[in-house]
């Protein structure tokens, strides 16, 4: 969790640069990044509205004002499947957040994901993944120009792939 969290604020960095986001959005930004998992210290599932509570704790302590808090609980519940962005900070961290569907590390990535929902007792065969994987990408979409342009080609590609491997799986099983 820890290297997804420092995974995350490195291309909150990333974005917010390329996107022109100014100092004082970008330190509400990178705040909203290192908590926006935090509810999986409690929860497995939804834990985003746990996250949020976890930073509206924590943050009057470091001088955030109500209006920061708020923003920082946006962005942390916009990254919510299916992720609802409503302005340029949230769309960044969610783009931050799945930056990797469209990256090199995308199968070791994914693997983590299945060894991790195997620990947490949601059971599913290889094949269940990856109808899961394929239905993920075809869903999801980048919010920002620069997440559209430096992972949509690689994010395609990394779909077809699983389609064929999808296909190939269920003409082996039929």
């Known amino acids: 969790?820890?290297?997804?969290?420092?995974?995350?604020?490195?291309?909150?960095?990333?974005?917010?640069?390329?996107?022109?986001?100014?100092d004082v959005d970008l330190e509400l930004l990178l705040t909203a990044?290192?908590?926006?998992?935090?509810?999986?210290?409690?929860?497995?599932?939804?834990n985003e509205p746990l996250g949020c509570?976890?930073?509206?704790?924590?943050?009057?302590?470091?001088?955030?004002?109500?209006?920061?808090?708020?923003?920082?609980?946006g962005m942390i519940m916009a990254t919510q499947p299916p992720?609802?962005?409503?302005?340029?900070?949230?769309?960044?961290?969610?783009?931050a957040d799945l930056f990797y569907l469209g990256g090199d590390q995308y199968d070791d990535i994914a693997e983590s994901l299945y060894q991790e929902l195997q620990l947490h007792q949601k059971q599913m065969?290889?094949?269940?993944?990856?109808?899961?994987?394929?239905?993920?990408?075809?869903?999801?979409q980048y919010f920002t120009d620069f997440a559209k342009q430096q992972r949509g080609v690689k994010k395609q590609l990394i779909l077809e792939k699983l389609r064929a491997q999808l296909k190939h799986s269920n003409r082996k099983g039929a």
């Open 1 to 22: 969790a820890v290297i997804h969290t420092i995974s995350i604020m490195r291309n909150c960095r990333k974005i917010a640069e390329a996107e022109g986001i100014s």
């Open 53 to 73: 509570r976890i930073a509206e704790e924590a943050l009057p302590r470091f001088d955030f004002t109500t209006e920061q808090i708020r923003r920082v609980h």
């Open 125 to 140: 065969t290889r094949n269940e993944w990856l109808e899961m994987q394929t239905h993920s990408l075809e869903e999801h």
């Open 83 to 95: 992720q609802t962005p409503r302005n340029k900070l949230e769309m960044i961290l969610c783009d």
């Open 33 to 46: 990044a290192a908590y926006h998992d935090s509810g999986f210290l409690e929860t497995y599932d939804r």
